[in-house]
Nanobody, 122 residues
Framework: VQLVESGGGLVQPGGSLRLSCAAS???????????MGWYRQAPGKQRELVAT????????NYADSVKGRFTISRDNAKNTVYLQMNSLKPEDTAVYYC?????????????WGQGTQVTVSS
């Protein structure tokens, strides 16, 4: 199983970035991914949820701090999740991690990407 993230970088306050995460692995062809999402961890802080999206149904969930600014979406055929981040603030600076979850042999299982750095600074 592999989750490959891309799209991080340095952006000025008020700017935008789009993160992508592609999940691959034979296990997903038998046990489809039920939920994909993004989490972030700033220096000295715990990892926190940013946004998740389910499949089927595409039900979304956002942290209060990003509502109205970030949009999560997914391409089920490609097992890819996106995070469009607008109106970025310095407090959005963190390492962003992609997450994929499904049920394997009836038990919940999570997978994580390696993380991509997002820095919001002037």
């Amino acid at each position: 199983v592999q989750l490959v993230e891309s799209g991080g970088g340095l952006v000025q306050p008020g700017g935008s970035l789009r993160l992508s995460c592609a999940a691959s692995g034979r296990v997903f062809s038998i046990n489809p991914i039920n939920r994909m999402g993004w989490y972030r961890q700033a220096p000295g802080k715990q990892r926190e949820l940013v946004a998740t999206i389910t499949s089927p149904g595409s039900t979304t969930n956002y942290a209060d701090s990003v509502k109205g600014r970030f949009t999560i979406s997914r391409d089920n055929a490609k097992n890819t999740v996106y995070l469009q981040m607008n109106s970025l603030k310095p407090e959005d600076t963190a390492v962003y991690y992609c997450n994929a979850a499904h049920f394997l042999r009836g038990l919940p299982r999570d997978y994580w990407g390696q993380g991509t750095q997002v820095t919001v600074s002037s």
